[in-house]
Each structure stands twice: as structure tokens, then as C-alpha cells.
């Protein structure tokens, strides 16, 4: 967790550089923020919104992971729902800035012709060497790497401990007090399929992975309030419109692709 913590904070430091650089040496950006923005009537511009925002939803894969960490929090109640909805507000905001100053800053031809548009980026607004930004880079793929680590371990120890599959995934370690059982597992299984499946290839299949989830996850959140079940003291509770929604929403990420 401190390693991931880390890697993090080195993410946000490296492209809060490309922001304030991008507003810093281009101040008339702020009043061309809207151009961002296609127009209603732009419908070749919306299409490629749509139907790229499959693989533009995996920058956002994470935080629902954070629950499957709830019996290492000393008040989930509280801190479980802040945490989601701040850090996905923050994250949003940070990527919504960066692409901003990306696309008001530099000729989209010499974006769609390189192969490292955040590198080109930052050595165009800074005047330095884009060494700094690709490392970063590689931290922010490692930290993605390492947090899905710890969220498929986590979940395999609730299925052990629940009986759902052998007990020896929800065995924890007396010293770290961490499932390294299944930690080791899953390790293994991202390092095979790190090695053996193309970058892109693998994004994607992780993505619509995460999506079919969704859709599910909010239908059984749906069909539970129309049942009325009685919801436990103490926790967060989401009107019926936003499972709805949430179905609908990752349904249509879904599709977007076999629109092209």
C-alpha cells in the first residue's frame, strides 16, 4: 500500500507539472476551455467520443476497488463512500485539465502522429527532457499493475474465507497479515499475461471484464430496493436512479465499439 501511495503521489506531481505548465505559459486556455467541448451537432466528433470511451474508461478502473480493502479500514461506514466520490471527482478533474491543455496547446496531427502524446507534451510546454514524464509513466503503469494486485488477492480471500473456493486463498500471514497465498497467485497470473497479450489487447479485454461487472453489480442493487430489503444501520444508500443509470451507462461503453 505505502509502495502504491507513492506511485500515486508521483502521477498527480507529474501532471499537475503538465497543467500548470500548459495555463503558465498559454493563460488564454482557461477562456477556451469550452472549445473542449464538441457541439451537439458535431455528430462525427461525438461518435468518436463514444465509441473511444471504451478504452478511455480504463484510466478510471480502481476505484471501486478500494472496498474490496474494507476489512482493513477502521471506519468503512465513514471513509469507504468519501473515498470513491473524492478520489473519483479529483481524478476526473486532473484528467479533464491535462487533456485540456493538450488538445488547445499542441496541433492535433502532431498528437495522433505520436506514439507518446504525454511525453511530447510535457517537452513542448516545459522545454526539458520528456525522460522525466515517460518514467512517470512507468511508475503510474506499475501502480495500476500493483493495485489490481491487491484487489483480486483481497477477492479471492472473500471467496476462501466464504467456502466458495478452497480455503487455503483466505489463509493470512502472521507476520504481514496480508492473504500472500493469493497475493502470489494473481501476481503470477498478471506477470503471464503481461508477458504473453498485447498492451492494448489486454486493456481492452480488462475493460469490458470490469464493465459486464458493473452492469451486474447494478442490477442486483436495483433489484434489491424494488424488493425493499431492509438496508443495514450505518451505511451509505444510493437512490434506485443510480444503479439504473450505472447499468445503462456501462451497457452503452459496451456497445460504443461495435458502433465504428
Given at each position: 500500500m505505502t509502495f502504491a501511495a507513492i506511485f500515486t503521489v508521483l502521477e498527480i506531481i507529474g501532471l499537475m507539472i503538465?497543467?500548470?505548465?500548459?495555463?503558465?505559459?498559454?493563460?488564454?486556455?482557461?477562456?477556451?476551455?469550452?472549445?473542449?467541448?464538441?457541439?451537439?451537432?458535431?455528430?462525427?466528433?461525438?461518435?468518436?467520443?463514444?465509441?473511444?470511451?471504451?478504452?478511455?474508461?480504463?484510466?478510471?478502473?480502481?476505484?471501486?476497488?478500494?472496498?474490496n480493502l474494507v476489512e482493513e479500514?477502521?471506519?468503512?461506514?465513514?471513509?469507504?463512500?468519501?473515498?470513491?466520490?473524492?478520489?473519483?471527482?479529483?481524478?476526473?478533474?486532473?484528467?479533464?485539465?491535462?487533456?485540456?491543455?493538450?488538445?488547445?496547446?499542441?496541433?492535433?496531427?502532431?498528437?495522433t502522429e505520436t506514439g507518446a502524446p504525454i511525453s511530447v507534451l510535457f517537452e513542448r510546454l516545459t522545454g526539458l527532457s520528456p525522460l522525466a514524464i515517460s518514467l512517470i509513466a512507468i511508475a503510474a503503469t506499475l501502480n495500476g499493475i500493483v493495485i489490481q494486485i491487491i484487489m483480486a488477492s483481497r477477492v479471492l480471500?472473500?471467496?476462501?474465507?466464504?467456502?466458495?473456493?478452497?480455503?487455503?486463498?483466505?489463509?493470512?500471514?502472521?507476520?504481514?497479515?496480508?492473504p500472500l497465498i493469493s497475493t502470489l497467485l494473481v501476481s503470477v497470473l498478471v506477470l503471464l499475461l503481461a508477458l504473453f497479450l498485447p498492451i492494448d489487447r489486454l486493456?481492452?479485454?480488462?475493460?469490458?471484464?470490469?464493465?459486464?461487472?458493473?452492469?451486474l453489480v447494478n442490477l442486483s442493487l436495483a433489484r434489491?430496493?424494488?424488493?425493499?430489503?431492509?438496508?443495514?444501520?450505518?451505511?451509505?444508500?444510493?437512490?434506485?436512479?443510480?444503479?439504473?443509470?450505472?447499468?445503462l451507462t456501462c451497457l452503452g461503453l459496451l456497445a460504443g465499439p461495435l458502433l465504428i
Open positions: 503538465i497543467v500548470v505548465a500548459g495555463f503558465w505559459t498559454n493563460p488564454g486556455i482557461i477562456s477556451r476551455l469550452p472549445e473542449v467541448f464538441p457541439p451537439l451537432t458535431d455528430t462525427v466528433a461525438l461518435s468518436a467520443v463514444f465509441t473511444t470511451s471504451l478504452i478511455a474508461f480504463f484510466a478510471f478502473i480502481g476505484f471501486d476497488d478500494v472496498v479500514t477502521k471506519t468503512p461506514q465513514r471513509d469507504m463512500p468519501r473515498a470513491i466520490i473524492w478520489t473519483l471527482l479529483a481524478a476526473t478533474l486532473i484528467y479533464f485539465l491535462v487533456v485540456s491543455v493538450a488538445v488547445l496547446t499542441i496541433p492535433h496531427a502532431d498528437l480471500y472473500g471467496l476462501g474465507n466464504a467456502g466458495r473456493i478452497p480455503t487455503v486463498f483466505a489463509r493470512v500471514n502472521s507476520v504481514t497479515h496480508t486493456a481492452e479485454m480488462t475493460t469490458q471484464i470490469i464493465l459486464i461487472v458493473f452492469v434489491i430496493k424494488l424488493r425493499r430489503d431492509p438496508a443495514p444501520e450505518g451505511i451509505f444508500i444510493a437512490p434506485i436512479w443510480v444503479p439504473v443509470l450505472g447499468s
